[in-house]
């Protein structure tokens, strides 16, 4: 299974970004899809969530009302929307996937497969 992700990039303040996570040889509607963070020396910190079937998500306190997790089943590729990003969302953006669990977990160790990050960095 190999996870890539795209679409970061340099915003202003209040700009949004839309992230994309391609999944390839495995069929993404059988796992639980996460979005991490990690800013320079801190560690990876959950930031959304989709479970397998889309119908579900789950957002960080740092994210609610801001970002929107989704998936595409027939493109295999899940999204995150970011809306009135903010200097403080600058970060490498992960994607990742989670095959074991019926709900969305937010503990990055539970996570299977990652894909290599994209940066995004929002100026103030």
């Known amino acids: 299974v190999q996870l890539q992700a795209s679409g970061g990039g340099l915003v202003q303040a209040g700009g949004s970004l839309r992230l994309s996570c391609t999944v390839s040889g495995r069929s993404s509607s059988t796992y639980n899809m996460g979005w991490f963070r990690q800013a320079p020396g801190e560690e990876r910190k959950f930031v959304a969530g989709?479970?397998?079937?889309?119908?579900?998500?789950l957002y960080a306190d740092s994210a609610k009302g801001r970002f929107t997790a989704s998936r595409d089943s027939a493109k295999n590729t899940v999204y995150l929307q970011m809306n009135s990003l903010k200097p403080e969302d600058t970060a490498v953006y992960y994607c990742?996937?989670?095959?074991?669990?019926?709900?969305?977990?937010?503990?990055?160790?539970?996570?299977?497969?990652w894909g290599q990050g994209t940066q995004v960095t929002v100026s103030s």
């Open positions: 989709v479970n397998w079937s889309g119908r579900s998500t």
């Open positions: 990742a996937a989670e095959v074991n669990s019926v709900d969305i977990v937010v503990i990055a160790d539970e996570y299977d497969y």
